[in-house]
């Protein structure tokens, strides 16, 4: 039988760590521009994408990496960096380019980058995923709570992307404008922080911490 206290602690952490509300003006910033339809496309496969990396890491995760001879602390490195170009972006000119009423570029598409990963699927989604996988036993009972668990964070993620666009509609164009800049300030400051986190990690600043 499932502990309940493991259920009600899984979600919540998961919730957390992904941060479903916090998603939505990244989501408005990151789909600026786009259509109804294709906000809701980018969205829908955003969170597909981010579902499977979150069930794969659960199963795999930790025997992956080490396979590949990844750390955890690289890998936050690295989701740090490619957070700090998008941060760039949305401080410069893509996003000032939408913003001044031009057409997106076709060939971008932000569901899989940085939506997916490593804004929904982020380094501490993942590791939480192994965490989680390995408190809940050698049995699979438990491993399928957790599943489930995430998928059921992932629907709160993409019902909240839907409702973007009167969102958006209700910041109006100089309120989107302020607000892009500002999140690409904060996500400038989280991909640092990523990245200061993950060189912690590896145990090089340990004797300064």
Sequence with gaps: ?????????????????????????????????????????????ACLIAAVLLLIFGLLGESLLNFVGISMPAFRIAGGILLFL??????FERRTQRREGQHADPAHDPSVFPLAMPLIA????????????????????????????????????????RVAGPIECALGRTGTMVITRLLG?????????????????????????
């Design 86 to 91: 998008t941060a760039l972006d949305m401080l």
């Design 185 to 209: 300030m904060l996500l400038a400051a989280l991909s640092v922080q990523f990245v200061i986190d993950g060189v912690v990690g590896t145990g090089l600043l340990a004797s300064t911490g």
């Design 1 to 45: 039988m499932i502990d309940q206290g493991f259920v009600i602690t899984t979600f919540v952490t998961l919730f957390v760590v992904i941060d479903p509300l916090g998603l939505i003006p990244l989501f408005i910033a990151l789909t600026q521009g786009m259509s109804p339809a294709q906000r809701k496309s980018v969205g829908r496969r």
């Design 122 to 161: 982020g380094p501490g989604a993942l590791a939480s995923m192994i965490l989680l996988v390995g408190q809940a036993g050698t049995g699979w009972t438990g491993k399928l709570v957790v599943f489930a668990e995430a998928l059921l964070v992932i629907g709160i993620v993409l019902a909240l992307f």
